[in-house]
């Protein structure tokens, strides 16, 4: 079992940055993809960035150059860099985890979510 919690939402500006935390327990995150996944308000929850096992990342193409993930393997925790903050980046923020490793954006390849992070940009 992983059990993950993510911190690090709330409200900011247009413009603005904020970082995302998830903790991870029960797992060691040096092994398996870690990533985070968003669901605005009315539509389809969607991936934004994955980690793999040797630290490659790969991002949605939305958010390529604004939000960046990363992890510390000896805190076994992995952070989501969100800067230059819009609108449309309004959603709940989970975080993920594929113990096996893959390099996938589809959702129903991670087994482990946490219970998600508000986060708001106002204009």
């Known amino acids: 079992q992983v059990q993950l919690v993510e911190s690090g939402g709330g409200l900011v500006q247009a413009g603005g940055s904020l970082r995302l935390s998830c903790a991870a327990s029960?797992?060691?995150?040096?092994?398996?993809?870690m990533g985070w996944f968003r669901q605005a308000p009315g539509k389809e929850r969607e991936f934004v960035a994955l980690i793999t096992t040797y630290g490659s990342t790969y991002s949605a193409e939305s958010v390529k150059g604004r939000l960046t993930i990363s992890k510390n393997n000896t805190k076994n925790t992995v952070y989501l860099r969100m800067n230059s903050l819009e609108p449309g980046d309004t959603a709940v923020y989970y975080c993920?985890?594929?113990?096996?490793?893959?390099?996938?954006?589809?959702?129903?390849?991670?087994?482990?979510w946490g219970q998600g992070t508000q986060v708001t940009v106002s204009s």
């Open positions: 993920v985890v594929d113990v096996d490793g893959r390099v996938t954006t589809m959702m129903n390849d991670y087994e482990y």
């Open positions: 029960g797992r060691t995150i040096s092994s398996g993809t």
